[in-house]
């Protein structure tokens, strides 16, 4: 099988991201590549990494140029997105990087994004339940945020096991990308390097609602969220620490077999030895979720520790897993499980 | 008046900081500096940057060389500063930047450091309610580890004026100089360099004690202290986020007007305008703590971030605070309030 | 003395730097705070490191706004300052961190800048021979260029005593605030953070001309050079590699030894114990300079490297000595000679 | 056809990059992996970003364990590979990823290294003239050090036509990991974070010798280099700047055509688009080269940079492209030609 994918908001991080990991995919051609005030220059001046592809014209992101593809990924600010999957017809593959698709709550999508809810699609992370099942033959996908792919998967077997009470409380470091290639005064070089500050404090980061989604749906009960974001000197990786009051008496060795036996057949999902905490840069470029659990019994919490790379398995990564899935192709076809360290 | 210091652990980094810093200070000359397996070699091999005591040769740290200064700040691994200390007079003012002093319970001594107890000292961490009259006048003094400032500030207020249940979660992101000079595997530069991990998770730290103290303390009833700390790649710096359960309602501009009440007449804690949030850079070099607070309705819960310097304030410029107000000098004489950025 | 002091272009970073000095200098008081966008805002919404000045608005930048002080500062673009300085009386002392008044001649001016060449101010590296004659009592100071100022402090002494031919090779590896605060992509934390890149290569930095200026003058004869500047991930610092080929047979004893005669009596200027070789966080927030020389003889060149810290010497501090020599005050005065490290 | 490849110094950097490449060769199965101080201990806790390998246990360094192998790479410090590789017989082919058979000279060996010189390999810079015949069918490979392979492809086009004269100046600025997992103090990352540092300076460095042997052979005249590395906050990637005195009168275009002419036919290096300088981000994890090249008309210079990670193509996917010439295998099986950016 050979796909023909095409790539919307292939200048930035995100998108930038898709195609490296598709020119690695051995069933996909890449088509289009389109971006907004980019468009009509070439590629390799905005991904000089994609070597394979550097003289590639960036064309306008339009239903013309995205048509006649099987695979659209759409790498857009929100908004612009769903405004554009509307005119993709039924039988191409569109995965939304975005934030479009991802809320099932209208009332949800009006509070932290505001404007009309674009409606919900297929929710693309494969490891938590019932997804698969969704995901296969899907038309449509609604990847995750990056920090609700590291928090949801730190936390979730935990909630279902029924271990901790919901009432959640996540701090993640990520490193800058995650911001996009956005020309914010915070975001230059010289304000990031040494330096580590947090934003979106106190409930307001847009990812809230959709990490109280995920976890609500896994513990059967309303999950409270208290989510902290800490911006670090890195371009890539998210560090999750995640904790929760635990129901019962319980230890670490417990709870390790708790995350071990939930994720012992994933294949991107890795319980580390006993006394190995998590390094983002273990995962960097691959499309890992490193983990590791303790029980605090003086302060009676659970501590989850998770690293990701937010472009590949927080965002691009992940997607093209549920891509894989979705077209009913092995499941980690193409996709790294090696990470590119030191 | 003019007072005459030693610094014992004068090649590590803590000890350089208050070499740093006492080279600015109007009322002190700089007398002995020490070190172990350096002792013998120029200082400026190993700080370079303190270019006005370049050519100054490392002692050996022993009661010898220690003798007949006014103050001696001991930068020295635990349990060495307890052996040190127990030789000099009572007339000598220290200044224990080590954990031995610290903790109150030998049982918690017992615990996390092991050996025996060397007693408490009077803690210097001035803007704690009581602090300041327990460091008038004393000639011991037991510095905060550079955690327990940033997190013990972060919440003292909030626990002090009841806003919050006694069970907090904090999670705080350092750079690498807290670690110190240490030759580790995973402090390299190539590894801690676009890397985020955690470390000491789930109550494996052994500041834990140290915040609980603090924090219960001012509480008047027993806080448990869920703490994570996590390494980012920078030289200095700490924020921390801290968040405990409300206690009753309440909301954010009333949690600020608890805080900016709290720290009004502090000459080094700035709580931040509203909308503003800390960054550590803003902090580097300065003995300052930036504040700010934010109540999560949703979830219930009072978030606070601190950022601090993690060897200025959260060591050797609270280690001459205290000093400062034991000697009857002003508290910010010769401190930094003003940052180095970008 | 008390000179009252205004700050034009305060909201980036060399007009940052120039204030974060200015705060500790025992003779000046901080007058005017200007920008241009930012005009009506808190500098400590830019600046949050300046905490004493955190509440002053930042007013426009204008002839009105800089009239009435003693010395006023001017950290704007080119062009700009030239502007501002021609409504600017005679009595006052004007400092121009930028770059319009550096270039003797107009051609060059107009080939690297383009434009009217708006004249030529007394150079403001004291270190230079014949420099502090024309600095004492000037109203005039043209603040050198970041890069011009540590390559010229690092090739002077050799070419002034014949030791080099007068063709010199210069690699300068820069921190990303000598770019200023300006929002391009590549100034981007995530481009810059664990990434090298060369720009202006091949003759094309506009600092190209002010170096051979400067040489030139030293040496007595017309002198080539290759400059090429490299963007490193670090926020501050300039570490200076330049070499040149010998004149005639010497070795590294008699090249230091005609650096140590340069520099013995500089405040400023450090030249390393033997075997030491220069580090740009030693010099962090510092006045100094830090050198170093060999002699290649398989190569037959002199190679010196220098490191300072491009906001300070570079900028801002080297701006300040200039300013207390015009004045009359001890030179040094309120300037740091000690680094902030690590 | 597929080879049983060890790896010995499997818990090193240019062993762990070995494994991490040798991983996604179709053709390779990775037999042992060995170490030192770490055997007996698993290789996951040493490379936790190689997942697949995460559970094999670390054996010693022997003929043994190497022994039964078709190919064995050594990334073994200097006069441990030359040892080994004597036991291992003339049929495994022998990839010496460390300085023992680089030079062909014994005197050079002796005046850099010392002790006895183990011999002259094959040398594994497949784009150099001459070098893939050598290469063919071969048992012994000399991989050449990072730095050589940045520099000597920079230079080699323009020696060869003779566009400059035989009189080199080579900046290298490197990330930490070229120097190896050492335990060494100005390796830590609070010291490299936010600094740039100079050492090996006036032809110190080792591989100053070897950029002689390889551009004099490519000149045809002996070549003279002055060559300075300097250590950057980055974990990977070499950008090297160099340049040397015009032969004759050219311009940049005339220059650009020499390399690109000489390059055209290279599947990893790339001379970049005129108006666009290498970044060594681009080329992370990659077996890219990328290339500029200007000529400064007033230094009378011709200037080079490229950008290379100094692991893959500067180590160990260098010796993988050497192993495939020797193995008669495509010079590119398993090569990544993308990097992971940002």
């Known amino acids: 099988m050979t796909v023909k994918v095409a790539v919307a908001g292939a200048s930035g991080y995100a998108g930038g991201e898709a195609l490296r990991l598709l020119l690695a995919h051995p069933e996909v051609e890449i088509g289009a590549v389109t971006a907004a005030s980019s468009a009509g220059t070439p590629l390799g001046q905005h991904q000089p990494h994609l070597v394979p592809l550097a003289g590639r014209n960036l064309q306008e992101t339009s239903a013309e140029t995205l048509g006649g593809h099987d695979v659209v990924f759409l790498a857009l600010p929100h908004g612009h997105s769903a405004e554009i999957a509307a005119q993709l017809g039924p039988d191409v593959l569109v995965v939304d990087l975005g934030a479009d698709h991802r809320l099932a709550s209208a009332a949800d999508w009006q509070r932290w994004y505001g404007g009309d809810h674009a409606g919900t699609w297929p929710y693309g992370l494969p490891e938590l339940p019932g997804a698969r099942e969704k995901l296969a033959g899907t038309k449509r996908i609604a990847v995750p945020g990056c920090f609700p792919t590291g928090g949801t998967l730190a936390l979730a077997p935990a909630l279902a096991a029924g271990l901790v009470r919901p009432e959640v409380t996540i701090t993640a470091v990520t ?106 840069s273990a995962t960097l470029g691959s499309n890992n979720v490193q983990l590791q659990v303790a029980v605090d019994v003086d302060a009676g919490r659970l501590v989850v520790v998770a690293a990701i790379d937010n472009l590949t398995k927080g965002t691009a990564g992940g997607a093209i897993q549920s891509m894989n899935i979705a077209l009913g192709l092995p499941e980690t076809t193409g996709l790294p499980t090696v990470g590119v360290a030191p």
Chains 1, 2, 3, 4 share one sequence.
Do not use: C
Not at 214 to 227: E, H, I, K, Q, R
């Open 175 to 280: 490193g800058t990308s995650g911001a996009g290639k956005s020309l914010k005064p915070h975001l230059l070089g010289s304000e990031v390097m040494g330096s580590a500050s947090a934003y979106g404090v106190g409930g307001a980061h847009r990812h809230t609602p959709e990490f109280a989604q995920n976890l609500t749906a896994v513990a059967g009960v309303p999950v409270t969220v208290s989510f902290t974001p800490v911006l670090a000197p890195m371009p890539r990786g998210i560090l999750t620490t995640a904790s929760a009051p635990l129901a019962g008496e319980t230890d670490t060795a417990a709870a390790r077999a708790v995350y071990e036996k939930a994720y012992q057949a994933e294949p991107f999902v890795q319980v580390l030895p006993e006394g190995s905490w998590p390094v983002t």
